[in-house]
């Protein structure tokens, strides 16, 4: 049986780090689907095509190729925040649902982060992890990463954009942010990238 790990967790949290480690460590395929998200939110701008028009964003998710998964722009921070909007619309999480189980069935095997994998993407996974850190840790990160790519933002702003993106994306009805149930939790307040990694990595030999 493929080995696919399925990791889930809100933003900034540490669980993209850990799913690219566990990629490599393993030598596994890897999908970041927050950029999806991201995507269908960036093509949509660029077309002038209003965030909530349901219909629109549904026809945009189905047509999504690859190759737009490689634009620069999807890692900025207002990108994040325009995601979180269609990510809500049910006919985006459809259409998208077809695209993450394809790459999820590789006979490589996979790993998968995001916020729905364990729930609703990759229920069967091998090894399921929730990936959590407080808000401000979680904040003090994203600024850092942002301000390494040059992007001016303060601590407080980002502090908000993380409560508010954690309200909307754990009270939405289409698939909210939540722990499986057999999902194994990791805090990653205290940890460091290595620390995580180690601590992922034992899961994951238990799970072989
Ligand atoms: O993880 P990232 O910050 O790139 O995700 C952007 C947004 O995409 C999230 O806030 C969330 O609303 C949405 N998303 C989702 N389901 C996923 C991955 C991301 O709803 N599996």
Redesign the pocket.
Known sequence: MPLLIAIDGP?ASGKGTLARRLALHYGLPHL????L??AVALQMLDAGIDLGDRAEAGRVASNLVADQLADPRLRERAM?EA??RV?GIPEVRAALLSWQRRFAAGEAGAVLD????GTVICPDARVKLFVTASPEERARRRHSELAGRGEETTLAAILADIRA?DE??SSRSA?PLRAAEDAVRIDTTELDADEAFAVARDVVERAR
């Open positions: 933003a970041d689907t927050g950029l998200y991201r994040g995601a979180s990510s995001g916020r729905d994998i993106r909307r994306d698939a």
